[in-house]
C-alpha cells in the first residue's frame, strides 16, 4: 500500500509550459508539504498546508501554486516553467498530533528544456 | 546562519563495520526534533530514526542509532554492520517546534559507499 503518492514521476516539458504535479496520502494525516530537491541533492521546503489551509509559504514565485482540495492531496502547478525549475519534487505529509514522523513520497523529477 | 551542518560530503565504509554519520545543528527553540532520511539511487525519501530535543534516551531502529548530544548540538547517526545496501545518501533534518506540522530543515547530506 502506498502511503504518500505522486504523479507523475518523470516531467519533461519546454520552457514556458504550465504544468501540474500531484500529490495523495493515505496515511491520515492532516498536514501535506512539497519540498525541492535541486540538482546538488540540496533539500527545501516550498510550501505547508493543515487542513487545506496554508500554513508554510517559503520565498517561493507566485509561479508556483499549490492547491489542497482536501486533507489527502495537494497538487503543484507551476506556470510558465523556466529551467531553473528543474528539480525533483517531493510531496510530504505529517500529522500535527505526531511530532515524530514525515513520511516522503516517490518524488517527481521535472526536467524544463 | 545554516541550521544543520553535515561536514561529511562522502564516508566509505567495508561491509560488516560501523559508520557515524556526523550532524550538527543550530537552534534557540527548547523544542525540536531531529530526523535522518536515507535516499538511495532510486531517489526515494526513507525515513530511519527521529529523536526528540526532550527524549532521555537515544533513540534507536533496529541496525540504526542516534548519538544524541544535547550540549553539543549533535545528533549523529551510528549504522552498525554495514550492508551493500546502506550505500544511499544521508540527510540529517530538524523540525523546530513541538507540533507535527512544522517544516523539515535538512543538512547537505552525506555520500555513504559500503564496499565488499
Known amino acids: 500500500d502506498t502511503a504518500v503518492s505522486q504523479t507523475p514521476k518523470y516531467l519533461v516539458t519546454q520552457m514556458g509550459n504550465d504544468k501540474s504535479i500531484k500529490c495523495e496520502q493515505n496515511?491520515?494525516?492532516?498536514?501535506m508539504y512539497w519540498y525541492k530537491q535541486d540538482s546538488k541533492k540540496f533539500l527545501k521546503i516550498m510550501f505547508s498546508?493543515?487542513?487545506?489551509?496554508?500554513?508554510i509559504n517559503e520565498t517561493v514565485p507566485n509561479r508556483f501554486s499549490p492547491k489542497s482540495p482536501d486533507k489527502a492531496h495537494l497538487n503543484l502547478h507551476i506556470n510558465s516553467l523556466e529551467l531553473g525549475d528543474s528539480a525533483v519534487y517531493f510531496c510530504?505529509?505529517?500529522?500535527?498530533?505526531?511530532?515524530?514522523?514525515?513520511?516522503f513520497g516517490p518524488g517527481t523529477r521535472l526536467t524544463v528544456l | 546562519a545554516q541550521k544543520i551542518t553535515q561536514t561529511q560530503p562522502g564516508m566509505f565504509v567495508q561491509e560488516k563495520e560501523a559508520v557515524t554519520l556526523d550532524c550538527t545543528y543550530d537552534t534557540s527553540d527548547p523544542s525540536y526534533g531531529l530526523f535522518w532520511y536515507k535516499q538511495p539511487s532510486s531517489g526515494e525519501m526513507i525515513f530511519l530514526i527521529y529523536?526528540?530535543?526532550?527524549?532521555?534516551q537515544n533513540a534507536t531502529e533496529g541496525r540504526y542509532s542516534l548519538n544524541f548530544q544535547k550540549a553539543r548540538k549533535s545528533a549523529n547517526l551510528v549504522i552498525s554492520a554495514s550492508q551493500l545496501g546502506d550505500s544511499a545518501m544521508y540527510f540529517c533534518a530538524m523540525r523546530e517546534g513541538d507540533t507535527g506540522f512544522q517544516k523539515l530543515v535538512f543538512g547537505t547530506g552525506t555520500r555513504l559507499l559500503v564496499s565488499p
Open positions: 498546508y493543515n487542513n487545506k489551509e496554508l500554513i
Open positions: 510530504a505529509s505529517s500529522h500535527r498530533l505526531s511530532y515524530n514522523e514525515q513520511f
Open positions: 496515511l491520515g494525516h492532516d498536514t
Open positions: 529523536q526528540g530535543s526532550y527524549d532521555q
